[in-house]
């Protein structure tokens, strides 16, 4: 291979990895398995994402939320508790929590 093709081959490689780190709120709900018990508009095993935005609205609650996420809990939704989530960094969590809260 040429050091041109190389070159091209590095930028391509590093544009598809860009891309894979610019996923959108709903991508990381999708990979982190929220939607299994959530969804934007309806409740599922969990509250919909727009009641949880509704109920929290004009509250500062983002690090509550995601320390709610981390840990897991119940009683604010129902008695049906929410497992916990540790292993999602705190950078998608935030971007998550915040999506959350912008329904």
């Avoid at 509550?64 to 292993?87: A, H, Q, T, Y």
Wanted: with cysteine.
């Amino acid at each position: 291979m040429k050091t041109n093709q190389w070159i091209m081959a590095a930028v391509l490689a590093g544009l598809a990895s860009a891309n894979v780190l610019a996923a959108t709120p709903q991508d990381m709900a999708k990979q982190y398995n929220c939607l299994a018990c959530h969804s934007v508009d309806k409740k599922v095993v969990g509250p919909a994402f727009k009641d949880v935005s509704a109920k929290y609205k004009g509250q500062n609650v983002e690090a509550k939320l995601m320390d709610k996420v981390k840990k897991g809990g119940s009683g604010s939704f129902g008695p049906i508790p929410m497992s916990p989530n540790p292993s999602v960094p705190d950078a998608d969590l935030k971007v998550l929590v915040k999506w959350v809260l912008s329904q």
